[in-house]
């Protein structure tokens, strides 16, 4: 596997590959990653001949009292881990090569609607990073594909809509959630989790079980929503939302038959925020 950290090493590297007729799947991550990421690898490995990830923790999506300084950073178990999972290049730029004008003055991206409900109500600004940084390393990946995972699901879709208004050429493959036995739903951030924290953490994804039933009970959403609230609360939770939405655009639901819908969470637990969510399929 390949190591780089300039742009211009990586369009050489991805450059051969597209002359030679190969097809590039690409992974975006912010690193310490776990059995989760390494399924999306696989599942990148499935649609084209080469992978690229990139780890890189992005200043631009961190609010000013978020964890940017303290995500956690495992350069070395990374590159072991991508080059077991069958990765052909990791790209780890530094803020520097990622934002050469400065990350404070860097051209910004902004998807609207989306991006101001849910975790961009909770989280102001986070997406415009999100979007920011995602389009930038399209330019500098230029991949056929790129492998998002469900579990952040808001973020699924605002890639989606990126993608579909700017008209890139590439296919973006959502990937399933990856769980521990007890549902929890893999994140580098379950690793904040203290030992009676983490005992507590499987009940955000039984909250959304418990929404789902509800739903299929034929109970109100609304009621169904508060219901979740409190049963996080009461689990220890600091919950930001439990929400019913629409799967397709996460606009809240109309009522009409022909509409999927999602449950979606965001709780804290001490100082860890927390997200899942669950499909009503
Ligand atoms: O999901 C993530 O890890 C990040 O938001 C992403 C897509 C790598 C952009 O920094």
Redesign the pocket.
């Known amino acids: 596997m390949q190591i780089l950290e300039q742009v211009r090493a990586l369009r050489e590297a991805v450059g051969a590959w597209r002359r030679g007729g190969e097809r590039i799947a690409f992974v975006?991550?912010?690193g310490n990653l776990h059995a989760g990421h390494y399924s999306l690898i696989a599942l990148a490995r499935r649609h084209a001949d080469r992978v690229v990830a990139?780890v890189?923790v992005?200043p631009t999506?961190f609010g000013p009292n978020e964890d940017f300084a303290r995500y956690p950073r495992t350069p070395r178990e990374d590159a072991a881990g991508l080059e077991s999972a069958g990765c052909d290049l990791m790209f780890c730029p530094t803020v520097a090569e990622m934002y050469p004008l400065g990350h404070d003055r860097c051209v910004q991206v902004r998807v609207p609607g989306l991006t101001e409900e849910l975790d961009g109500a909770a989280r102001p600004g986070h997406f415009d990073?999100?979007a920011t940084?995602?389009l930038r390393?399209f330019h500098m990946v230029q991949p056929d594909v790129a492998v998002?995972?469900r579990k952040?699901f808001q973020?699924l879709r605002v890639?989606e809509y990126l993608v579909r208004d700017l008209a890139l050429p590439l296919e973006i493959v959502p990937a399933p959630i990856a769980r521990d036995p007890d549902g929890l739903a893999l994140s580098s951030r379950n690793r904040y989790l203290g030992e009676e924290e983490r005992a507590r953490a499987p009940a955000l994804h039984r909250t959304l079980v418990a929404m789902r039933e509800g739903w299929r009970e034929g109970r109100a959403i609304p009621s169904i929503q508060d219901e979740a609230l409190a049963s996080l609360r009461a689990a220890g939770f600091v919950p930001d939302y439990a929400e019913i939405r629409r799967s397709a655009d996460l606009a809240r639901p109309a009522g009409t038959c022909d509409e999927i819908l999602i449950a979606l969470v965001a709780a804290r637990l001490g100082s860890t925020r927390l997200i899942d969510n669950l499909p009503f399929v």
Do not use: E, H
């Open positions: 975006p991550t912010m990139s890189f992005n999506q990073g999100v940084v995602v390393l998002f995972g952040d973020q890639i």
